[in-house]
């Protein structure tokens, strides 16, 4: 059974850091990856999604790596803004048609 | 634009009532979702259907039923039999493509 973890749960940064969240999966087998954004009370936002035969995506100030070997992607956040501040959650996409979502990482970004 | 509109925005059920909760796509999306957000518990899926007229049970099935009658709309009911019907559903479609998911912006389902 797909497993996906992320790491950590919360982050708090000041304004303007560069960081890096992560994501784990347990079976190797997936057809894409996705990241998307939450904000409180909102539905969810694709910020980059990933095909199986690509090793990252970049829109804006963002990048996200896929390496399917290891069973991780990491979602790299340049120059972070305090309208970043959301919870970030990453999916696989699998067997049977299932997108299989992490628990989220909450990210606060300090002014 | 192409998008994912869901409806109410809030909705509050009795105790024994029926609720639907309705999701539309102008997307062209063969597959839709319904997922179910509870804190601290993640997105757990409830239904899915890759195709008018067929729909699948997800992980956790029990008191929701569903159909598909068009591919444009995929309506949502939570039955007397869901106990705990209290959550945050999301709605969901993605292409034969690329398997991108896109979501709606999630019913709000509050029992009093």
């Known amino acids: 059974k797909q497993e996906v973890t992320q790491i950590p749960a919360a982050l708090s940064v000041p304004e303007g850091e560069n960081l890096v969240l992560n994501c784990s999966f347990t079976d190797s087998a997936i057809y894409n990856l996705q990241w998307f954004r939450q904000d409180p009370g909102k539905g969810l936002t694709s910020l980059l999604l990933?095909?199986?035969?690509?090793r990252e995506q970049t829109s804006g100030r963002l990048n996200a790596s896929l390496d399917k070997s290891s069973g991780r992607s990491t979602l790299y956040i340049a120059a972070s803004q305090p309208g970043d501040s959301a919870t970030y959650l990453c999916a696989v996409y699998a067997r049977a048609q299932k997108l299989v979502f992490g628990q989220g990482t909450r990210l606060t970004i300090n002014p | 634009d192409g998008g994912i509109t869901q409806s109410p925005k809030y909705l509050f059920r009795k105790e024994g009532q029926n609720v639907t909760l309705s999701c539309e796509q102008n997307?062209?999306?063969?597959?839709m979702y319904w997922y179910r957000q509870d804190p601290g518990q993640g997105l757990r899926l409830i239904y899915y259907s890759q195709i008018v007229n067929d729909f699948q049970k997800g992980d956790i099935a029990e008191g929701y039923s569903v159909s598909r009658e068009k591919k444009e709309s995929f309506p949502l009911t939570v039955t007397s039999a869901q106990k705990n019907p209290t959550a945050f559903y999301l709605c969901?479609?993605?292409?034969?493509?690329?398997?991108?998911?896109?979501f709606g912006s999630g019913t709000r389902l509050t029992v009093v």
């Open positions: 997307l062209n999306h063969d597959a």
């Open positions: 969901a479609s993605s292409s034969q493509g690329d398997y991108g998911y896109t």
């Open positions: 990933i095909q199986s035969s690509q």
